[in-house]
RNA sequence: GCCCCAUUCGUCCAGCGGCCUAGGACGCCGGCCUUUCACGCCGGUAACACGGGUUCGAAUCCCGUAUGGGGUGCCA
């Protein structure tokens, strides 16, 4: 039987980095047995069923480049087919109506001294439905159920603490609980991959299963917990975890799927950056951790570094075009000139961990410094020796030199530097004053070629203005 | 409270009874390269939670303890 797994996120809006990872752990599974993945929809709560909320799912998961093979399916699509395991439910007496309020269950739970819980008030009360009347499961209270999870073993949940849970809710609609065992039975899944915070579901889901007579269960696997680095469960609250977040702040899909496969398994050759064609024929369910996985934003940055490191100039340049030519660029939108920047792309690309600073390094090419990084002038033009006779005589070279050859530039301001070394008998550093002069600042890519790019003119026009200000 | 789960360097991962004086990666520290900053290279730091078993032999199996996490909704 080939497996056929689901992807079954619930429309929030945004998608999660662990639901993303619970996507992709689908994903590489159904890839490398050659099974088939499903994307459903858990819209139980169908007002959650819009174009934007699907797009916040869809979008991220074709960004990363996760495709699936059926859907995406809606739960709210499914409704009647829901209603009918009910109504089985009910008619064969393994679920009946309840009409108690959460109050009304809470104080009968503490009048009659239990803890606090649903204990089967209207198991025989005979409620019989309408409005705002629920149907509850009628849990077995001897024995239990066991679920025999790829990753984590053998999990037992004694039914005595399984209470009658709400399978639909008082305006109907159906529970994600029945919704699951239906809709994983019809559409066929043979294996449930999800995270750890459904675990205590999974018992609830197996039960209904057995109820509805559906026969050999899907097998489950419940991936390890993506955590902060305070150890608790990523939530929406505290952490950056909408994934189009990091796609915005400049990581390459590819990264982030590397990085993703990476939390809870790893390859047994510890070959950690590896193409994802890689990582679906090494990848295997039995391997996957059972301890939660911090998510550890710096192990994230440098695997994105990786990929950019790796990324040809041309398609760096695409890659980073938003933020070179979008509205937040530093520099003027006519200024920019992408021959430029993909002829420095190797220098940048080293020196950036996300696609968005690939701007700090390349700005002074199309802006001239507007002001100078005090330290950096301090440090190359009032404590550099002899500052003054450098610029003067980068200037002068400058002047009649090649400015296509990088190399004939180079050579001009090292040159000067060596002369007055050995003029002066000390040793004068050529390079910083020229760098402050033309950049503002004191560190940055190697200025030959980029000088050569700037153009003679705007050159010496800085070196000028540094001259002049330096007195 | 109750239920469920987990526990190897600070972090992620390898290890599935002897190859472990525990390996890789990130981070951190040091060095080399370098007339900037980086990259790269070299080296270092640092862990089997604890206590009992089982076994000739345990990081690996079993049982407790401790700690951490998840769940406990008419959310999924």
């Given at each position: 039987?080939?497996?056929?797994?689901?992807f079954?996120?619930?429309?929030?809006?945004?998608?999660?980095?662990?639901?993303?990872?619970?996507?992709?752990?689908?994903?590489?599974?159904?890839?490398?047995?050659?099974?088939?993945?499903?994307?459903?929809?858990?819209?139980?709560?169908?007002?959650?069923?819009?174009?934007?909320?699907?797009?916040?799912?869809?979008?991220?998961?074709?960004?990363l480049?996760?495709?699936?093979?059926?859907?995406?399916?809606?739960?709210?699509?499914?409704?009647?087919?829901?209603?009918?395991?009910?109504?089985?439910?009910?008619?064969?007496?393994?679920?009946y109506?309840?009409?108690?309020?959460?109050?009304?269950?809470d104080?009968?739970?503490?009048?009659?001294?239990?803890?606090?819980?649903?204990?089967?008030?209207?198991?025989?009360?005979?409620?019989?439905?309408?409005?705002?009347?629920?149907?509850?499961?009628?849990?077995p209270?001897?024995?239990?159920?066991?679920?025999?999870?790829?990753?984590?073993?053998?999990?037992?949940?004694?039914?005595?603490?399984?209470?009658?849970?709400?399978?639909?809710?008082?305006?109907?609609?159906?529970?994600?609980l029945?919704?699951?065992?239906?809709?994983?039975?019809?559409?066929?899944?043979?294996?449930?991959i999800?995270?750890e915070?459904?675990?205590?579901?999974?018992?609830?889901?197996?039960?209904?299963?057995?109820?509805?007579?559906?026969?050999?269960?899907?097998t489950?696997a419940?991936?390890?917990?993506?955590?902060?680095?305070?150890?608790?469960?990523?939530?929406?609250?505290?952490?950056?975890?909408?994934?189009?977040?990091?796609?915005?702040?400049?990581?390459?899909?590819?990264?982030?799927?590397?990085?993703?496969?990476?939390l809870?398994?790893?390859?047994?050759?510890?070959?950690?950056v590896?193409?994802?064609?890689?990582i679906?024929?090494?990848f295997s369910?039995?391997?996957?951790?059972?301890?939660p996985?911090?998510?550890?934003?710096?192990?994230?940055?440098?695997?994105?570094?990786?990929?950019?490191?790796?990324?040809?100039?041309?398609?760096?340049?695409?890659a980073?075009?938003?933020?070179?030519?979008?509205?937040?660029?530093?520099?003027?939108?006519?200024?920019?000139?992408?021959?430029?920047?993909?002829?420095?792309?190797?220098?940048?690309?080293?020196?950036?961990?996300?696609?968005?600073?690939g701007?700090?390094?390349?700005?002074?090419?199309?802006?001239?410094?507007?002001?100078?990084?005090?330290?950096?002038?301090?440090?190359?033009?009032?404590?550099?020796r002899?500052?003054?006779?450098?610029?003067?005589?980068?200037?002068?070279?400058?002047?009649?030199?090649?400015?296509e050859?990088?190399?004939?530039?180079?050579?001009?301001?090292?040159?000067?530097?060596?002369?007055?070394?050995?003029?002066?008998?000390?040793?004068?550093?050529?390079?910083?004053?020229?760098?402050?002069?033309?950049?503002?600042?004191?560190?940055?890519?190697?200025?030959?070629?980029?000088?050569?790019?700037?153009?003679?003119?705007?050159?010496?026009h800085?070196?000028?203005?540094?001259?002049?200000?330096?007195?």
């Amino acid at each position: 039987m080939t497996p056929r797994v689901r992807f079954a996120p619930a429309p929030t809006g945004f998608l999660h980095v662990g639901s993303a990872r619970s996507a992709l752990f689908n994903w590489l599974y159904a890839r490398n047995t050659g099974g088939t993945m499903v994307l459903r929809v858990e819209d139980t709560d169908a007002s959650k069923k819009t174009q934007e909320f699907v797009d916040a799912i869809v979008d991220p998961l074709q960004w990363l480049g996760l495709d699936w093979d059926e859907g995406p399916y809606f739960q709210s699509e499914r409704l009647e087919q829901h209603a009918a395991a009910v109504q089985q439910l009910v008619d064969s007496g393994q679920a009946y109506f309840c009409d108690l309020s959460r109050e009304e269950i809470d104080r009968k739970a503490e009048e009659a001294g239990l803890p606090p819980g649903y204990h089967g008030w209207s198991r025989d009360r005979g409620v019989s439905d309408g409005p705002g009347v629920v149907v509850r499961f009628r849990a077995p209270d001897e024995g239990s159920t066991v679920i025999d999870d790829v990753i984590r073993g053998r999990v037992e949940v004694k039914h005595a603490t399984v209470e009658d849970f709400v399978i639909r809710r008082g305006d109907g609609s159906p529970v994600f609980l029945i919704a699951n065992a239906v809709d994983d039975y019809e559409m066929g899944i043979t294996h449930v991959i999800r995270g750890e915070d459904l675990l205590n579901t999974a018992p609830k889901v197996k039960l209904l299963w057995d109820a509805l007579g559906y026969g050999e269960p899907p097998t489950y696997a419940h991936l390890p917990l993506l955590t902060n680095d305070q150890g608790k469960k990523l939530s929406k609250r505290r952490d950056s975890v909408a994934l189009g977040a990091f796609r915005d702040e400049g990581y390459l899909p590819e990264a982030m799927v590397n990085y993703l496969a990476l939390l809870g398994w790893g390859p047994a050759d510890e070959v950690e950056v590896r193409p994802l064609a890689e990582i679906v024929e090494l990848f295997s369910l039995e391997a996957v951790n059972k301890a939660p996985a911090m998510f550890d934003v710096k192990k994230l940055d440098h695997i994105n570094g990786e990929y950019i490191k790796a990324l040809s100039p041309t398609a760096f340049v695409a890659a980073a075009e938003p933020w070179l030519t979008g509205h937040d660029t530093p520099w003027a939108a006519g200024a920019y000139r992408p021959e430029v920047v993909e002829a420095l792309a190797p220098e940048v690309q080293q020196r950036v961990v996300k696609l968005g600073e690939g701007t700090d390094w390349l700005r002074w090419l199309f802006e001239a410094p507007l002001d100078y990084d005090e330290k950096s002038w301090t440090k190359a033009m009032v404590k550099g020796r002899a500052a003054d006779r450098v610029l003067d005589g980068v200037i002068e070279g400058l002047e009649k030199v090649d400015f296509e050859d990088p190399e004939a530039i180079e050579a001009v301001v090292m040159g000067v530097g060596n002369d007055l070394t050995s003029e002066l008998e000390t040793r004068v550093l050529s390079q910083a004053p020229v760098r402050v002069a033309l950049t503002g600042g004191g560190a940055g890519i190697p200025l030959w070629r980029a000088m050569s790019l700037l153009g003679r003119n705007e050159c010496l026009h800085r070196l000028r203005a540094a001259r002049a200000r330096l007195g």
